[in-house]
Every structure is written in C-alpha cells, then in structure tokens.
C-alpha cells in the first residue's frame, strides 16, 4: 500500500465547487485552459463546461495533436473473455446482479482456454478476463488457473474481477497476470450506496482503494473508470480525473488507462438516471486527453460503431472488438452447465422447459457495436491508423 490513500484525498476534493465552476467557466478559461502545457484540475473542469462544448473544434484539434505526439497512430485491440455470471452483489444497474433471475454458468478452465483460443485465432493477443464477484465459483485458485492455463496462449493477459486483498493479487501477479481493471461505477457516495445495496461492493472505500493495492502486489498495468448515467456526469469526470492524477503520482511505474463507459441495456431494464450524450461523450474524451496525454483511453463495444469511428482520431488509444458479455460467448462453452437463478438461489431447469436447449448465459449488457475484429480493424486502417493486436511493450521492443 501507498503511505497516502486517494481516499483521504478524495475526501477533501471540493468537487461541488469545481462543478460550479465548470458550469461558470467562461470561454476565455476554456482558451487558455486548452493551451496549458500541464492542465490543472481546475482546468481540466473548465474543458467538460458548457462553454468548452461550444468550442468542441478547438478542442478536438488539440486532443488529436497530443494523441499523435504521444502514441502515434496506433489502436490497440482486446477482447473480454468472460469467465463467470455469478455474483454475490446487488448492484442496479447490473445484469448479473445477485437477484436477477437469469442463466448463470462459470466456465472450466479448459472451456476458458478455448475461448481465448477462439480470439486468438482472430488475431488478439491482449485478452481481459470478466467475472462477477461469488468466492464460490470464482476463487483465488481458479483465477489463478485460469491465468496460468493462458499464458502461453497469449502475452497480455488483464483481469477485471472482484476486489482482493494485496497477498491475493501478489499470487494472480506470479501467475502471469499483468493488468488489473476495475472501476469505481459512480465516485458519488451516495449514490453508490443506492446503486449497491446488498454485497461486499457495498464498501465504497475499499474498491476506492483498489488500483493501490493491485500496484503494492506488481500490476504493471491499472485501468480505472467511472460508468456514465448514473450521476452527474461532470461531477463524475472530475473525481475520475482527480483519481487517475493521484495514479499517476504514486503509482508511476504502472501504465494507467482510463475508460468511459455508458450505462447499456441489460437484464434488470435499469434506466439511467443521468444519461450523457453522444456530444458530451465526444468532449470527454478530448478533456481527458488534454489532461492525461500520456494516459491510454478506452472505448468498448458499448458505443456504436459510428461513434467510435468518429472518436478514434481524436484521443482513444485501445478498443474492444467483437465482444461478448456473457461466458461462453465466443464459443458456445458452458452450455450444457446452464442454471436458472433467482434471488441468489439456483432454481433446477425441468425437461419441459425445451426452450431452453439452445439458450446460452446472460450477458452483462448489450453491445452496441456488433462488427467482427476484422471489421473493426480494417476501418482503423481507413481511418489512417494501425490496429494493434499485441503488446504494446513487446511490439516496441521487439527486434527488427
């Protein structure tokens, strides 16, 4: 751990303040905000304000020069690979909350590698593994298996799965695991207490903590986030912001990437209570690329593919293509495991159910952007850039 936590500092943010200002910012700040070699956070308000939206060119035209300068023109592509359903949390706006009755699986660990096998053979090299928190059916040990069953598949392996303690990352560390993701959802307190309302997330200041102890245990890569549309999206965007500076400080030897999800559609029909629009969506990603240039931008299938094609030039460095929410979406893997669950308890599938013969698991939302890597990946070109399907590091350090 950190000899300073975020969650102190996080704390004494003033971020009613900073939002009432970003709503005041006049288009002069917004100038000279954009032009700063090293933007504040006072500045970085003023690039998500209403005044800033009307100068959304200017804006665009400096996110797309600091992308270019720092990263070139290159997309890095990855794909999830989701390996469980279940969970023990109820969050709202989740498809796999605890007491959504949907079809639940967990894949074995030969099922996970023929998943990634699956993508592999479509070029990924860089593969997220997704699972929803239930210590049950996703142990340490199986993560860990999981991971080192991979590992000669493929160099890049990340995870995205429920909070651990340092000694546990320390093992996924040793078992190959690179990268850990894990977004706070909303940074808003009280709303994240409405959202969760039963499960270990409920703890706000320990997911808070989360990327600090993945880095203690030897993560070289932290990737955090917030999901747009459950509170004030500028609010949201500055207390992300102010956590990715903080990473950037005490975490330094660890690549940090940001992602800026939408709430999508899924089991549950939870409606966003604050959706953000395309517009505000597009002036969010050139803030944070004028204020994290050196920081990797994510976008995933959750946006359709037009915008995605629009944001590319302007600031997104890593893409998700061809993705599945649910286990066993690449492959059909799990299947003949299915269970029905509802309010946490597992509910037997009786043979009159027939409809169920060629069902597969929940996803954990829709996608938006249903086009294959391969399509994905020629647009990039269009687009004039490079899809990248390995490594970063490997692909600049390898020889000639």
């Given at each position: 751990?950190?000899?300073?936590?975020?969650?102190?500092?996080?704390?004494?943010?003033?971020?009613?303040?900073?939002?009432?200002?970003?709503?005041?910012?006049?288009?002069?700040?917004?100038?000279?905000?954009?032009?700063?070699?090293?933007?504040?956070?006072?500045?970085?308000?003023?690039?998500?304000?209403?005044?800033?939206?009307?100068?959304?060119?200017?804006?665009?035209?400096?996110?797309?020069?600091?992308?270019?300068?720092?990263?070139?023109?290159?997309?890095?592509?990855?794909?999830?690979?989701?390996?469980?359903?279940?969970?023990?949390?109820?969050?709202?706006?989740?498809?796999?909350s605890r007491d959504n009755a949907i079809l639940r699986v967990t894949l074995s660990v030969d099922e996970v590698v023929a998943e990634a096998r699956a993508l592999t053979s479509q070029g990924f090299r860089n593969l997220l593994l997704v699972a929803g928190e239930h210590p049950k059916f996703v142990s340490l040990d199986y993560l860990r298996e999981c991971v080192?069953?991979?590992?000669?598949?493929?160099?890049?392996?990340?995870?995205?799965?429920?909070?651990?303690?340092?000694?546990?990352?320390?093992?996924?560390?040793?078992?190959?695991?690179?990268?850990?993701?894990?977004?706070?959802?909303?940074?808003?307190?009280?709303?994240?207490?409405?959202?969760?309302?039963?499960?270990?997330?409920?703890?706000?200041?320990?997911?808070?903590?989360?990327?600090?102890?993945?880095?203690?245990?030897?993560?070289?890569?932290?990737?955090?986030?917030?999901?747009?549309?459950?509170?004030?999206?500028?609010?949201?965007?500055?207390?992300?912001?102010?956590?990715?500076?903080?990473?950037?400080?005490?975490?330094?030897?660890?690549?940090?990437?940001?992602?800026?999800?939408?709430?999508?559609?899924?089991?549950?029909?939870?409606?966003?209570?604050?959706?953000?629009?395309?517009?505000?969506?597009?002036?969010?990603?050139?803030?944070?690329?004028?204020?994290?240039?050196?920081?990797?931008?994510?976008?995933?299938?959750?946006?359709?593919?037009?915008?995605?094609?629009?944001?590319?030039?302007l600031g997104i460095t890593l893409m998700s293509a061809g993705s599945h929410t649910e286990p066993g979406g690449y492959t059909g893997a799990g299947r003949e495991h299915l269970h029905l669950t509802q309010r946490g308890r597992i509910v037997p599938l009786t043979e009159s159910a027939s409809e169920w013969a060629a069902a597969r698991a929940t996803g954990q939302?829709?996608?938006?952007?249903?086009?294959?890597?391969?399509?994905?990946?020629?647009?990039?070109?269009?687009?004039?850039?490079?899809?990248?399907?390995?490594?970063?590091?490997?692909?600049?350090?390898?020889?000639?």
């Open positions: 751990m950190q000899d300073v936590s975020f969650v102190a500092e996080f704390s004494n943010l003033p971020l009613k303040d900073l939002v009432s200002a970003s709503l005041a910012a006049s288009s002069e700040a917004v100038e000279r905000s954009v032009a700063q070699p090293r933007p504040s956070l006072d500045d970085f308000a003023r690039l998500i304000s209403p005044a800033a939206s009307l100068q959304l060119e200017q804006l665009s035209q400096r996110s797309a020069q600091l992308t270019r300068q720092r990263f070139g023109k290159v997309i890095r592509l990855f794909a999830p690979i989701y390996l469980s359903n279940e969970c023990i949390n109820n969050c709202k706006y989740c498809g796999f080192a069953a991979l590992l000669c598949e493929l160099p890049g392996i990340s995870l995205e799965v429920g909070p651990l303690e340092t000694h546990a990352y320390v093992r996924l560390v040793q078992a190959g695991a690179e990268g850990l993701v894990v977004y706070q959802e909303t940074y808003h307190r009280s709303v994240y207490a409405d959202m969760h309302t039963s499960g270990p997330k409920r703890d706000f200041e320990w997911r808070l903590e989360t990327p600090q102890r993945a880095y203690a245990a030897g993560f070289r890569r932290l990737g955090i986030g917030a999901l747009f549309g459950l509170a004030d999206w500028r609010l949201e965007a500055i207390s992300l912001a102010a956590h990715a500076a903080y990473l950037l400080r005490h975490c330094w030897k660890a690549q940090l990437t940001v992602s800026l999800p939408r709430l999508r559609p899924c089991a549950g029909e939870f409606a966003p209570p604050q959706p953000i629009t395309d517009r505000e969506l597009v002036q969010l990603v050139c803030a944070f690329r004028i204020f994290l240039p050196d920081a990797g931008l994510v976008l995933s299938t959750r946006e359709p593919a037009r915008l995605r094609n629009g944001l590319i030039p939302f829709d996608i938006a952007d249903a086009r294959s890597p391969a399509e994905v990946a020629e647009t990039i070109r269009q687009l004039g850039f490079e899809p990248l399907w390995k490594d970063w590091d490997a692909a600049l350090s390898a020889p000639g």
